[in-house]
């Protein structure tokens, strides 16, 4: 696997501790949340727009995970969220796709699991959207997460197995990848 970087979410106080952040649910925090800010989104926006998601490019599908690599970036983002009051909480995100490359400090992280996500906007998680409602029979960690890769892929198979037995776009399309998470302890 590869180290693709950080993301920044809201913190949110709830079991589920994947990468799912649009924020539209009360049960996920927003991944890049100052982006939606009136006041500061001129100011955090366009560096994720040119470095982290890319918006502005045309890319192929899975060749990029939407995560940070520059430690000053989060470190701006860690002290304006500080001064505002607003909790949040590091995402180390890894995966099989080799951009971006992280070549970060040492950071203490503690592991959380696998999830099934998109890998740019707002990591929308077919973990956290479907394994309640179309495959309980899936069991997951503390975070809500898988704990191993291999009982993810067994999800993967059923997932693939049901599309395959259903009308087109029952489950959510789009860009995934199987993404390891960790939590860093800032």
Same mark, same amino acid.
């Given at each position: 696997?590869?180290?693709?970087?950080?993301?920044?979410?809201?913190?949110?106080?709830?079991?589920?501790?994947?990468?799912?952040?649009?924020?539209?649910?009360?049960?996920?925090?927003?991944?890049?949340?100052?982006?939606?800010?009136?006041?500061?989104?001129?100011?955090?926006?366009?560096?994720?727009?040119?470095?982290?998601?890319?918006?502005?490019?045309?890319?192929?599908?899975?060749?990029?995970?939407?995560?940070?690599?520059?430690?000053?970036?989060?470190?701006?983002?860690?002290? /304006?969220? %500080?001064? #505002?009051?607003?909790?949040?909480?590091?995402?180390?995100?890894? @995966?099989?796709? $080799?951009?971006?490359?992280? !070549?970060?400090?040492?950071?203490?992280?503690?592991?959380?699991?696998?999830?099934?996500?998109?890998?740019?906007?707002?990591?929308?998680?077919?973990?956290?959207?479907?394994?309640?409602?179309?495959?309980?029979?899936?069991?997951?960690?503390?975070?809500?997460?898988?704990?191993? /890769?291999? %009982?993810? #892929?067994?999800?993967?198979?059923?997932?693939?197995?049901?599309? @395959?037995?259903? $009308?087109?776009?029952?489950? !959510?399309?789009?860009?995934?990848?199987?993404?390891?998470?960790?939590?860093?302890?800032?």
């Amino acid at each position: 696997m590869y180290t693709n970087g950080l993301v920044i979410q809201k913190y949110i106080d709830n079991p589920y501790k994947g990468i799912d952040g649009s924020g539209f649910s009360e049960n996920t925090g927003e991944n890049w949340y100052f982006n939606d800010d009136k006041e500061l989104s001129a100011v955090f926006e366009p560096y994720y727009d040119e470095n982290i998601n890319l918006t502005y490019y045309n890319l192929e599908n899975h060749t990029r995970v939407a995560a940070c690599t520059d430690m000053s970036y989060i470190q701006r983002y860690v002290e /304006e969220s %500080e001064k #505002r009051g607003i909790r949040f909480r590091i995402l180390l995100v890894e @995966s099989d796709i $080799p951009e971006p490359a992280a !070549e970060l400090p040492k950071l203490k992280t503690r592991f959380l699991g696998h999830d099934y996500a998109y890998i740019r906007g707002d990591n929308y998680s077919a973990v956290y959207n479907e394994i309640p409602f179309v495959f309980p029979q899936f069991k997951l960690n503390e975070n809500e997460l898988f704990q191993t /890769e291999e %009982e993810l #892929r067994e999800y993967l198979a059923a997932r693939e197995e049901f599309k @395959s037995a259903n $009308p087109p776009y029952t489950l !959510e399309e789009g860009d995934f990848a199987v993404l390891r998470l960790s939590e860093v302890e800032w």
